[in-house]
């Protein structure tokens, strides 16, 4: 890194934290401050030392290319989801300079705010939680995803977005009607980097209005299984007539652009039929979520990811016994649940290299933590309590706290 490199990405990494100390301050939350301060010089810190280093160049240079040419002044090609990042990457460049090191910081602040509307997805999902404190840690420092949110692509502006559309449907399930007027926009931007992300968002909270809906007008308390006992009927019935309009050539032409490098699995896999599309789907849907599996392993970067599918299994299995045992809201649970079953199925259809794979599923990790938040709190407490830590937990209405 030459000095002038050097000097840009202190100065982006001084914007950012700044930016971040601000937010903090208005949030008004100690732990999150500490927290989210040691998280996005931790970013800065990967992005400026570790990542240049490692053998992997991923889209980085692709994302750089056509930044500097709408920097130049010239029409980058075709591709209105990776130009939308990448004139955002441009202003970036206008300012410190065209250095990717420079959006994996500004990435970091970006991924350190992901916390906040993950906590308030919590609190609106569990009204009885005093503390989000263990999500927020989670969320901040979970290693996948802290590694592949400050590479300099659009992955982490795409996270942020679609956790804060989230929050922001959640509320409006309340009531609140600003959440709609500032949904609109951003739902907008996210269409812009991951058009995948905002049908599946809007998806959701449509299941999500449905169910709000049906609760107010029924005479007695809705339950998830009572909902799943409704819609079984109709859904078995209208199965034969969907399967066969099933558009099975976009699944098929992006499955086949995305078998390609050292780290494909399922290979030689490909749709002929609406059925094979939905015979495939719940294989492909838990390869998208574990895999890479031990016996996969053939590079380290496999090695790690099949490391960390313990920790996959445990938030699993703590999301599941917390959705069913704790006291929830069940229009923000199907939200949820719609925007994360889509998810894993829509991307475990099309997706077939282990790199992409998990790169592609932080969100759905990320929905993963937040449904486990009663579970990961438990441990949270047991764990700071242990080394004298222990939570205080203040008076402030839970909607209105993140993080303590």
């Not at 030392?49 to 053998?55: A, F």
């Not at 859904?235 to 078998?259: D, I, K, N």
Request: one cysteine or more; aromatic letters at 10%.
């Amino acid at each position: 890194m030459t000095p002038q490199e050097t000097v840009a990405v202190l100065a982006a990494t001084a914007v950012v934290l700044a930016v971040f100390l601000a937010v903090a301050r208005w949030v008004g939350n100690r732990w999150y401050a500490g927290a989210g301060t040691v998280a996005l010089l931790g970013h800065a810190a990967f992005g400026a030392l570790v990542l240049p280093r490692l053998p992997y160049a991923w889209d980085i240079g692709r994302f750089h290319y056509r930044a500097t040419l709408i920097l130049s002044g010239e029409l980058p090609p075709t591709n209105p989801t990776i130009n939308s990042f990448a004139g955002l990457q441009a202003v970036l460049y206008s300012v410190f300079g065209p250095d990717p090191t420079v959006v994996a910081v500004f990435n970091g602040l970006c991924a350190v705010l992901v916390a906040l509307p993950a906590a308030d997805l919590a609190r609106r999902l569990y009204p009885g939680l005093s503390t989000t404190r263990g999500l927020v840690a989670t969320v901040l420092f979970l290693p996948l995803p802290f590694v592949f949110l400050t590479i300099p692509m659009r992955d982490a502006l795409g996270v942020l977005l679609f956790f804060s559309l989230l929050a922001a449907v959640a509320r409006a399930y309340d009531g609140e009607t600003w959440p709609v007027v500032l949904g609109i926009p951003l739902w907008g931007a996210l269409s812009l980097l991951r058009p995948e992300l905002g049908a599946i968002l809007l998806a959701g909270g449509v299941a999500g209005a449905v169910v709000k809906a049906i609760d107010v007008v029924a005479e007695r308390p809705v339950t998830l299984r009572g909902l799943v006992a409704l819609a079984a009927v109709p859904g078995v019935v209208a199965l034969p007539f969907l399967v066969p309009r099933l558009p099975v050539a976009p699944f098929a032409e992006r499955l086949q652009r995305r078998a390609v490098g050292g780290a494909i699995y399922l290979d030689g896999f490909s749709y002929e039929t609406g059925l094979d599309v939905v015979l495939a789907a719940p294989a492909r849907a838990l390869y998208f979520q574990y895999a890479p599996f031990p016996l996969h392993a053939t590079s380290a970067f496999d090695v790690v990811s099949a490391l960390l599918l313990p920790v996959l299994i445990v938030l699993t299995v703590a999301a599941y016994r917390s959705a069913r045992e704790c006291e929830r809201d069940l229009a923000v649970l199907v939200l949820l649940l719609a925007a994360y079953v889509l998810g894993v199925v829509g991307y475990g259809l099309v997706d077939t290299n282990f790199g992409t794979t998990v790169r592609h599923r932080v969100p759905f990790t990320f929905l993963l933590c937040v449904l486990a938040t009663p579970t990961i709190e438990r441990w949270a407490t047991l764990l700071l309590g242990a080394v004298g830590l222990d939570i205080v937990v203040d008076s402030t209405p839970a909607p209105e706290r993140v993080g303590d």
